[in-house]
């Protein structure tokens, strides 16, 4: 596991001090975990971030703790077919 996690309440990187997850956490945590465990843990660290950063905007929240997993290589090399939504779109004729 990396050095670099989430000191709370802050959220700041306990091994660089900047905003967590950092750009060395992310690339470890994406190296470390599939998209969906990924998307699952980082999903997980939003639920606890907003009970100790309840002043932060939501929009920025998800930036930051989510959003980020859906530029990961793994992610992008995930079909799309396969999403609820696409398969119900494919199938109107």
């Known amino acids: 596991m990396s050095e670099h996690v989430g000191e709370r309440p802050s959220w700041d990187c306990r091994s660089c001090g900047m905003p967590w997850p950092c750009d060395p956490a992310r690339e470890a945590l994406a190296a470390e975990l599939g998209p969906i465990q990924l998307a699952m843990y980082a999903w997980a660290n939003l639920e606890q971030a907003a009970g100790d950063l ?7 929240m998800f930036d930051r703790f989510l959003a980020w997993t859906r530029a990961t290589p793994a992610a992008r ?3 799309d077919a396969g999403h609820p939504v696409a398969r119900r779109v494919s199938t109107r004729s």
């Not at 309840?54 to 920025?60: A, N």
């Open 54 to 60: 309840p002043g932060m905007p939501v929009g920025e």
């Open 77 to 79: 090399s995930m079909p």
